[in-house]
């Protein structure tokens, strides 16, 4: 069965700084579609940007971005110019038939 | 931009009590799910429902929870009978299509479930 990994429960950034989420999957498909979700206290769940293993290249969406490394089955999303309203619980996932497995979510914190 | 409506926003009942969420997904989505996230974890899968019936359910989902479509508009999820470890987020979600991930799953707000 498909997992994905959030190892860092917490995250803490300074506004305008650079901060990195980590997420590990494992599958044994070849092609897939890899997500981040962004969860405020509103807890609304917010795409942030997705990811499509077939593609070698990077997802960028403005601010946001991912290292995509499909060999290690590592999906990384980068904050830059981290904003007071970026913090947020986030949550990585793997799409599996239609249905989205999540990771256990890592809660960010902006200081300013 | 279309979006996934859910009510009630907060429920609070009474072990043993019917529950019934409902939800109003976007109106050219054919595929609906149904996830549950209990406070401070992660979001859990329930069930996917298309073409008026389940196509996937998890260990989750039991006798307890049912799903049906009544008006080709709702999308309602029933737990018959609450137990307190019920209570959580409940979060109704639809796409246009199903299996690929180049499909967007749209989510709404959540139903929050308090079960006393």
């Known amino acids: 069965a498909q997992t994905v990994t959030q190892s860092q429960p917490e995250m803490s950034v300074q506004e305008a700084e650079t901060v990195t989420l980590s997420c590990t999957y494992d599958?044994?498909?070849?092609?897939?579609?890899l997500f981040w979700y962004k969860q405020p206290p509103s807890r609304q769940m917010i795409l942030v940007i997705r990811?499509?293993?077939?593609?070698?290249q990077n997802a960028t969406e403005n601010r946001f971005s991912v290292n995509f490394q499909k060999a290690a089955k590592s999906f990384s999303l980068k904050i830059s110019d981290s904003q007071l309203g970026d913090a947020a619980m986030y949550f990585c996932a793997y799409n599996q038939g239609g249905k989205l497995i999540f990771g256990q979510g890592t809660e960010l914190s902006v200081k300013p | 931009e279309p979006e996934v409506t859910q009510t009630p926003s907060h429920q609070v009942t009474q072990m043993g009590q019917e529950v019934i969420l409902r939800c109003v997904p976007i109106s050219n989505h054919l595929y609906f799910y149904w996830y549950r996230q209990i406070l401070g974890q992660k979001v859990e899968f329930l069930v996917s429902f298309y073409n008026n019936e389940i196509s996937e359910k998890s260990e989750i989902f039991d006798d307890q929870f049912s799903v049906e479509r009544p008006d080709g508009s709702n999308f309602t999820l029933k737990i018959r009978s609450t137990k307190l470890e019920d209570s959580a987020m409940y979060f109704c979600a639809s796409k246009m299509r199903g299996s690929s991930g180049a499909n967007v799953l749209t989510f709404g707000a959540g139903s929050r479930l308090t079960v006393l």
């Open positions: 990811q499509e293993a077939y593609k070698q």
């Open positions: 599958t044994s498909e070849s092609d897939y579609y």
